[in-house]
């Protein structure tokens, strides 16, 4: 009888190591925070993801060369917009409930081709993420911070590592988003220079519009 309090405080104290650890290793991106584990543990029965926005024919696109407001006649309202990144189009579109009114050229991360699996590739992910937060940005203009990785992320990301696609003590990454350019250099746009680390990015002056028109909680989707 006197063994069990030793054994219970033993208990608590490998259970409260073990909490710590954890902890320490989802801050470094190892593994996901807590409140994400539902939804990444739900192997093999996970819900596929499905394609948000419709299928862009560009020639149906209105004059770009007009804002948002002129083409919707009024201030756009951020719950009703969404956007669309298209990779291999290098093209970010605005939809508003769900049909597409104004598209805007872009480039990605130095790894244009591929899904995003670790830290580091330099690849844009492809998925949908809400919108965590978004401010201004004292190099890009802006910064619409994107909520990547989400749990799709995470089983992709250990995919990766147990079929031997990647290092299996590479991290996820984070602080993905949708930013402009340093100041004066818009060309790296109109060259299609791919420069980022995984970002989308921008003209400075389309990232101006776009984030006048979005809020955080805003849908974005990813695609190839």
């Known amino acids: 009888m006197k063994r069990q309090p030793k054994r219970l405080v033993l208990v608590m104290l490998l259970l409260g190591s073990g909490a710590v650890l954890y902890c320490l290793l989802a801050r470094l991106g190892f593994v996901m925070a807590p409140k994400d584990l539902p939804g990444v543990l739900c ?3 996970c819900p596929a993801v499905a394609a948000l926005h419709p299928a862009i024919d560009p020639a149906q696109l209105p004059n ?25 189009a290098y093209r970010l579109t605005v939809f508003y409930d769900l049909k597409p009114i104004k598209s805007y050229p872009i ?11 670790h830290e580091g590739d330099r690849k844009t992910p492809e998925g949908i993420y809400p919108v965590r937060d978004l401010y201004d ?13 989400t749990a799709q992320s995470w089983r992709e990301h250990f995919a990766a590592k147990l079929t031997g696609q990647i290092n299996p003590l590479l991290t996820i990454g984070s602080e993905i988003g949708i930013h402009g350019v340093p100041e004066g250099q818009d ?34 989707e990813i695609v190839p």
């Open 187 to 220: 060309g790296l746009i109109d060259q299609g220079s791919n420069w980022t680390w995984g970002c989308v990015s921008l003209k400075n002056a389309d990232v101006d519009e776009i984030y006048g028109a979005i809020g955080r909680g805003t849908v974005v």
């Open 137 to 149: 940005h004292p190099t890009w203009s802006k910064f619409i911070w994107l909520d990547y990785p």
């Open 43 to 45: 192997l093999p029965r």
């Open 107 to 117: 480039v990605l991360g130095i790894a244009p081709e591929g899904d995003k699996f």
């Open 64 to 88: 770009t060369q007009q804002s948002l407001t002129q083409l919707l006649g009024s201030a756009p309202d951020p719950e009703k917009v969404t956007l669309l990144v298209e990779k291999s």
